[in-house]
């Protein structure tokens, strides 16, 4: 069985940073593009980020460009997010998402609909 599990979130102040993982089982997680999408409470979802399976091409949204790295380690089934310089409009709960065929710059979440979804971590930037 296909499985992603986040973790990682939490509450921290603005300006700090916060790393997130995705460990992925049941599938070859080699073989697939990765997303992270966010959504806001009250808000749609929200592509922030994307890797290919060679993790030699990422991608991000405007709003997270500078301060948001994508990574993952294919020999530990695990996608990362670091996150650095957060702010109170990066509050939202995080999703690792399959990609289905490739990765591009800016993909839509239709589209990602359709890949995998892990349950997702909360991630509040409050002070």
């Known amino acids: 069985e296909a499985k992603l599990v986040e973790s990682g979130g939490g509450w921290v102040q603005p300006g700090s940073s916060l790393r997130l993982s995705c460990a992925a089982s049941g599938f070859t997680f080699g073989n697939y593009d990765m997303s992270w999408v966010r959504q806001a409470p009250g808000k749609g979802p929200e592509w922030v980020s994307g890797i290919n399976s060679g993790a030699g091409s990422t991608y991000y949204a405007d709003s997270v460009k500078g301060r948001f790295t994508i990574s993952r380690d294919n020999a530990k089934n695990t996608l990362y997010l670091q996150m650095s310089a957060l702010k109170t409009d990066d509050t939202a709960v995080y999703f690792c998402?399959?990609?289905?065929?490739?990765?591009?710059?800016?993909?839509?979440?239709?589209?990602?609909?359709?890949?995998?979804w892990g349950q997702g971590t909360q991630v509040t930037v409050s002070s």
């Open positions: 998402v399959t990609v289905p065929g490739r990765v591009t710059d800016g993909i839509t979440v239709a589209t990602l609909l359709s890949g995998f």
